[in-house]
């Protein structure tokens, strides 16, 4: 009986050890396809990273998504001095100065055509814009002009941070591009009107109100600036 038990032990080891080399055989296949794949364009990266982000209602605006986001920018009537709008909101009973800024965000995965747009950002992005024209960056000309990257990293009123990048090259404005269909100044004031019906109603509207303007849970921690 023990001879029998002892064989049965013996059987069972030798399968066991053949399954083990098996599966090790198909890891290191597994892991030699993975080496041998060929490297995905940065770009697939970033429309991966799009398609996760926070997407707005409203396609007037856009809100910084977190990432890289590339944008050339487009000041209202030709005038560089009116890229951006300043406006206040106010946040849980605390009004902070907002901004949006006027662009098209380039290189986002859509079929349709490319858009001027309303890019909700706060201070510390438009004050890194200004530093770059005042060192003397064009970021205007439409075929020559600069792009800007922005970069959002955290999250929560106090863990989010922005960097703005000058691209290394001129990004022409793509054609086919379409105008904002109001002004940033019209936006702004549409923005004001939303929060103050969420202040009327309370946190029961909070999604309500504000999701006229494609607002959501995700896009109230935005602003690291608040």
Same mark, same amino acid.
């Given at each position: 009986m023990a001879k =029998? +038990? &002892?064989?049965?032990?013996?059987a069972t080891a030798v399968q066991e050890k053949a399954k083990d080399k098996k599966? =090790?055989?198909?890891?290191?296949?597994? %892991?030699?396809?993975?080496?041998?794949?060929? =490297?995905?364009?940065?770009? +697939?990266? !970033? +429309?991966?990273?799009? *398609?996760m982000g926070? +997407?707005?209602? *409203?396609?007037?605006?856009?809100?910084?998504k977190s990432g890289r986001n590339r944008i050339r920018l487009v000041p209202e009537d030709n005038d560089p001095k009116k890229f951006f709008y300043k406006f206040s909101r106010t946040y849980e009973g605390v009004t902070r100065a907002k901004f949006l800024i006027r662009g %098209?965000?380039? $290189?986002?995965?859509?079929?349709?055509?490319? &858009?001027?747009q309303a890019i909700s950002? $706060? =201070?510390? %992005?438009?004050? !890194?814009?200004?530093? !770059?024209?005042?060192? $003397?960056? *064009?970021?205007?000309?439409p075929k020559k002009g600069r792009g800007v990257t922005i970069v959002k990293k955290g999250e929560g009123r106090e863990g989010t941070s922005y960097t703005t990048l000058v691209s290394p090259d001129a990004v022409p404005l793509p054609k086919g591009l379409l105008d904002l269909t109001d002004s940033l100044a019209k936006?702004?004031?549409?923005? !004001?009107?939303?929060?103050d019906a969420r202040q009327a109603e309370g946190t029961k509207g909070r999604r309500g109100a504000a999701a006229k303007l494609g607002k959501t849970k995700a896009e109230d921690d935005e602003a690291g600036d608040w």
């Open positions: =029998k +038990e &002892q064989s049965a032990d013996v599966a =090790k055989e198909k890891t290191a296949a597994a %892991v030699a396809d993975i080496t041998s794949m060929a =490297k995905v364009d940065t770009s +697939e990266w !970033q +429309e991966m990273l799009d *398609d926070t +997407e707005s209602n *409203d396609p007037r605006i856009y809100f910084i %098209v965000v380039m $290189g986002k995965k859509s079929d349709e055509a490319p &858009q001027i950002v $706060g =201070k510390m %992005v438009v004050t !890194q814009i200004l530093n !770059q024209l005042a060192e $003397g960056y *064009d970021l205007f000309d936006i702004a004031a549409d923005i !004001q009107a939303a929060d």
